[in-house]
């Protein structure tokens, strides 16, 4: 069943609940004239699951500077410290969206969650969201091919290690030379390399540019070419679905947008917001370069079919699943 016809589905069983609610209520009869006034559903809480991380910046704007509020929202922001803990919470209904990636997002509807990803909210161009490879310190190598065979530090069955393929395919090294070593969490990974325990190590910003400043080698980045790391906002199809749902998003990608247009017009003036929010190292506070943000606009086909033609080819997605499953353009 496609996303669409989910919501639908979903929206009608809601309907017909509500139907059948007020039959059994005393009929009276209805006052109707030729032109019927067609009343919007209102806003509705919603409860949004975020990392520690740059990427839910415009989120923490839009709050502090009063955004939601203004646009009528009453939005819960909560913020886990891995993403396994957020996924445990969207799927058991504790939040309502969450900020993910495209793997985690078809991973909880392939799991049984069905999830719209409704934007974008980081890596829509290539200097957005940089990830990268770099070398320990003191490295010789200057290119991926001199990482051929070499061990690179990643996660497993993620979007980094995603990342790490396409880099390197990229930079015509082929697969079975793709040699890598499973380090789950990235602060003992960065550790890891800094120490030369590790021969090279794939990171995310900020321990990416924290590693260029204390030594490291940087190998490369997706800001060319292609960005390979998009972080999305993944709503329950189950949310959009109930009166107010659809409306309530449209009014939270507003404020994103009037967010986005804030941080955009100054981005280093919220590195403060960074360090408190986003755990942002001590030694990069002065000094990191605060991306510029997209507006609001869902993943596009080709960044979706790429994650998941990955997924099924290191057997991580079985279930039938297409861009159609995953996204809801919303309405203006």
Same mark, same amino acid.
């Given at each position: 069943?496609?996303?669409?016809?989910?919501?639908?589905?979903?929206?009608?069983?809601?309907?017909?609940?509500?139907?059948?609610?007020?039959?059994?209520?005393?009929?009276?009869?209805?006052?109707?004239?030729?032109?019927?006034?067609?009343?919007?559903?209102?806003?509705?809480?919603?409860?949004?699951?975020?990392?520690?991380?740059?990427?839910?910046?415009?989120?923490?704007?839009?709050?502090?500077?009063?955004?939601?509020?203004?646009?009528? #929202?009453?939005?819960?922001?909560?913020?886990?410290?891995?993403?396994?803990?957020?996924?445990?919470?969207?799927?058991?209904?504790?939040?309502?969206?969450?900020?993910?990636?495209?793997?985690?997002?078809?991973?909880?509807?392939?799991?049984?969650?069905?999830?719209?990803?409704?934007?974008?909210?980081?890596?829509?161009?290539?200097?957005?969201?940089?990830?990268?490879?770099?070398?320990?310190?003191?490295?010789?190598?200057?290119?991926?091919?001199?990482?051929?065979?070499?061990?690179?530090?990643?996660?497993?069955?993620?979007?980094?290690?995603?990342?790490?393929?396409?880099?390197?395919?990229?930079?015509?090294?082929?697969?079975?030379?793709?040699?890598?070593?499973?380090?789950?969490?990235?602060?003992?990974?960065?550790?890891?390399?800094?120490?030369?325990?590790?021969?090279?190590?794939?990171?995310?910003?900020?321990? #990416?540019?924290?590693?260029?400043?204390?030594?490291?080698?940087?190998?490369?980045?997706?800001?060319?070419?292609?960005?390979?790391?998009?972080?999305?906002?993944?709503?329950?199809?189950?949310?959009?679905?109930?009166?107010?749902?659809?409306?309530?998003?449209?009014?939270?990608?507003?404020?994103?947008?009037?967010?986005?247009?804030?941080?955009?017009?100054?981005?280093?003036?919220?590195?403060?917001?960074?360090?408190?929010?986003?755990?942002?190292?001590?030694?990069?506070?002065?000094?990191? =370069?605060?991306?510029?943000?997209?507006?609001?606009?869902?993943?596009?086909? =080709?960044?979706?079919?790429?994650?998941?033609?990955?997924?099924?080819?290191?057997?991580?997605?079985?279930?039938?699943?297409?861009?159609?499953? #995953?996204?809801?353009?919303?309405?203006?």
């Amino acid at each position: 069943m496609s996303r669409t016809t989910r919501l639908i589905a979903l929206a009608l069983s809601l309907a017909l609940a509500m139907t059948a609610l007020a039959g059994c209520a005393k009929d009276e009869p209805a006052e109707t004239t030729d032109t019927e006034p067609t009343i919007e559903a209102e806003t509705v809480p919603i409860k949004i699951g975020t990392l520690t991380t740059e990427d839910a910046l415009p989120l923490w704007v839009a709050e502090a500077e009063g955004l939601f509020a203004e646009a009528g #929202l009453d939005v819960e922001i909560t913020t886990f410290q891995a993403a396994q803990e957020r996924d445990a919470a969207f799927a058991s209904g504790a939040i309502d969206a969450y900020m993910g990636d495209i793997m985690a997002s078809a991973a909880l509807e392939a799991g049984g969650s069905p999830v719209s990803m409704v934007t974008v909210m980081l890596g829509a161009t290539p200097a957005e969201g940089r990830f990268g490879i770099v070398a320990k310190p003191g490295s010789t190598a200057t290119t991926l091919a001199d990482l051929a065979g070499v061990p690179i530090a990643t996660s497993a069955a993620s979007i980094q290690e995603y990342v790490v393929d396409g880099l390197m395919a990229g930079a015509g090294v082929a697969a079975a030379d793709v040699k890598k070593e499973i380090v789950p969490k990235v602060p003992v990974r960065f550790e890891l390399l800094m120490s030369g325990k590790l021969e090279a190590a794939a990171l995310p910003e900020p321990l #990416l540019s924290l590693a260029e400043l204390q030594g490291a080698k940087l190998i490369a980045d997706d800001t060319q070419g292609t960005n390979l790391t998009q972080t999305v906002l993944g709503v329950s199809d189950k949310y959009l679905a109930t009166p107010g749902g659809m409306v309530t998003v449209r009014e939270l990608l507003r404020a994103w947008d009037a967010a986005v247009d804030i941080i955009n017009a100054d981005p280093n003036a919220w590195r403060t917001v960074l360090v408190d929010k986003a755990r942002l190292p001590e030694p990069l506070k002065d000094s990191y =370069e605060v991306n510029i943000y997209p507006k609001a606009a869902a993943p596009t086909g =080709e960044q979706v079919e790429a994650v998941l033609a990955w997924m099924r080819a290191n057997e991580l997605l079985t279930a039938e699943m297409g861009y159609s499953d #995953l996204v809801q353009e919303m309405p203006n």
